[in-house]
């Protein structure tokens, strides 16, 4: 099992800035990616960002140049951050992790709004 603890949304006023964190705790293993969901009301869960441990990144064209994935594998802990934030990034955040041995895993999510 592996348990996903994610923090830091709120609420920000557009163009302005947010720090997820997500830290895993429990049978991790050392190849594995880690990364940031969101869905918004109505809508179904997208991809945001995802790093492997080998530090290969993916984004979400929406995101790409606004927002930066970064991982600290010794404390198995991944960052999303994310600037210039528009009210269409509004949703709940979800932490991710997926492992090749394993199932994937989610986080509770964090809110995250963006107002006009």
């Known amino acids: 099992q592996v348990q996903l603890v994610e923090s830091g949304g709120g609420l920000v006023q557009a163009g302005g800035s947010l720090r997820l964190s997500c830290a895993a705790s429990g049978r991790i293993f050392s190849i594995n990616t880690m990364g940031w969901y969101r869905q918004a009301p109505g809508k179904q869960r997208d991809v945001v960002a995802t790093?492997?441990?080998?530090?290969?990144?993916k984004y979400a064209d929406s995101v790409k140049g606004r927002f930066t994935i970064s991982r600290d594998n010794a404390k198995n802990t991944v960052y999303l951050q994310m600037n210039s934030l528009k009210p269409e990034d509004t949703g709940v955040y979800y932490c991710?992790?997926?492992?090749?041995?394993?199932?994937?895993?989610w986080g509770q999510g964090t809110q995250v709004t963006v107002s006009a």
């Open positions: 991710y992790y997926h492992n090749a041995e394993t199932s994937d895993y």
């Open positions: 790093m492997a441990n080998s530090g290969g990144t």
